[in-house]
């Protein structure tokens, strides 16, 4: 049974840093595309950053320079370190997987979500 298991979430006030963890289980890590999305209340969810089993990256291009994604295939951990964070950052995040080498925009699997608020 695949799992994915957000943490690392909270309050911040703006300018300050977070760092999101999703422990996966259930499946080959390693060979596997991992994707970071948020959902903040009233708006759709977007993409925020990507990354391929051989550690090929993708973000948002609102979000570069601020967002890092991250992964430890040893740990079966994936990460999102979140600089710089602004008050339109607060949102649910969610990790996501796909159990394919190269992210093709389609995650088949989802965590439950770790709440990030930013006060300004």
């Known amino acids: 049974q695949v799992q994915l298991v957000e943490s690392g979430g909270g309050s911040v006030q703006a300018g300050g840093s977070l760092r999101l963890s999703c422990a996966a289980s259930?499946?080959?890590?390693?060979?596997?595309?991992f994707g970071w999305f948020r959902q903040a209340p009233g708006k759709s969810r977007e993409g925020v950053a990507a990354i391929d089993s051989d550690g090929s990256t993708i973000y948002a291009d609102s979000l570069k320079g601020r967002f890092t994604i991250s992964k430890d295939n040893a740990k079966n951990t994936l990460f999102l370190q979140m600089n710089s964070l602004k008050p339109e950052d607060t949102a649910m995040y969610y990790c996501?997987?796909?159990?394919?080498?190269?992210?093709?925009?389609?995650?088949?699997?989802w965590g439950q979500g770790t709440q990030v608020t930013v006060s300004s």
């Open positions: 259930g499946y080959t890590f390693r060979s596997s595309c």
């Open positions: 996501a997987a796909d159990p394919v080498e190269e992210c093709g925009g389609s995650f088949g699997y």
